[in-house]
């Protein structure tokens, strides 16, 4: 089955400055990659996601690059904000719907003002 | 507004115990999913649903059963509670219509067995 490992599982940075995640995955059937975000005592929500027809998306502040080739998908976020702090996740799945989606670990941002 | 709600939100038991989370959706999803998340391994799934009277395993599922008989609930229940199962279980639901894959998550129960 599919195993997806994210790192760093901490990232402190300053404000103003960027912040980058990176997953890797390990089944090559998976084809849907989501990043969610999940703020102090509230469940997860999706903040941005890619298919594997494509190599790069971009929203606003945050954008995320896969690499179908090596396995990796990452998540970038430019001047970030306290407001970003939050625990981020990855996930893959091969199917659409929702289906078996498996996550990373997850990754604890700070943003010091 | 739609929207997904859990129940209890904070529950205490005793190992041994019997207890039930409640999972309620208004989004008229066919898909529903019981996650549970620990430090260090993110989110587990355990049981899902593609429709009313279907329920399968996820990849964490002893000592776990969920139950559809409507499409906007899924109850989680642990049949004998064990101290392994102190976690925050979070319920999803997507539309497995669409071509997006995206969960809509409620807010958590946290669950803790003595």
């Known amino acids: 089955g599919e195993n997806v490992e994210q790192h760093p599982s901490t990232l402190s940075v300053q404000e103003g400055d960027s912040a980058v995640i990176k997953c890797t995955y390990s089944d090559s059937a998976s084809n849907y990659f989501p990043w969610y975000k999940q703020e102090l005592g509230k469940g997860p929500q999706l903040i941005i996601d890619i298919r594997s027809n494509v190599g790069e998306k971009k929203d606003q502040r945050i954008a995320v690059t896969l690499n179908k080739t090596a396995k990796h998908f990452s998540l970038h976020i430019t001047e970030t904000q306290p407001e970003d702090s939050a625990v981020y996740f990855c996930a893959a799945t091969p199917y659409t719907g929702g289906f078996k989606t498996i996550f990373g670990a997850g990754t604890r941002l700070f943003v010091k003002a | 507004d739609a929207e997904i709600t859990q129940s209890p939100r904070h529950k205490i038991t005793e190992t041994g115990r019997q207890v039930t989370l409640a999972c309620h959706q208004t989004w008229n999803h066919n898909n529903m999913f019981w996650y549970r998340q620990d430090l260090g391994h993110g989110l587990r799934l355990i049981h899902y649903?593609?429709?009313?009277?279907?329920?399968n395993k996820g990849e964490v599922s002893d000592g776990y059963s969920v139950s559809r008989s409507n499409t906007e609930d899924l109850p989680l229940t642990l049949e004998s509670a064990a101290s392994s199962q102190t976690s925050v279980y979070f319920c999803?639901?997507?539309?497995?219509?669409?071509?997006?894959?995206?969960?809509?998550f409620g807010e958590g129960s946290r669950l803790t067995v003595l």
């Open positions: 649903s593609y429709g009313v009277q279907d329920t």
């Open positions: 999803a639901s997507s539309d497995g219509r669409g071509q997006t894959g995206e969960l809509f």
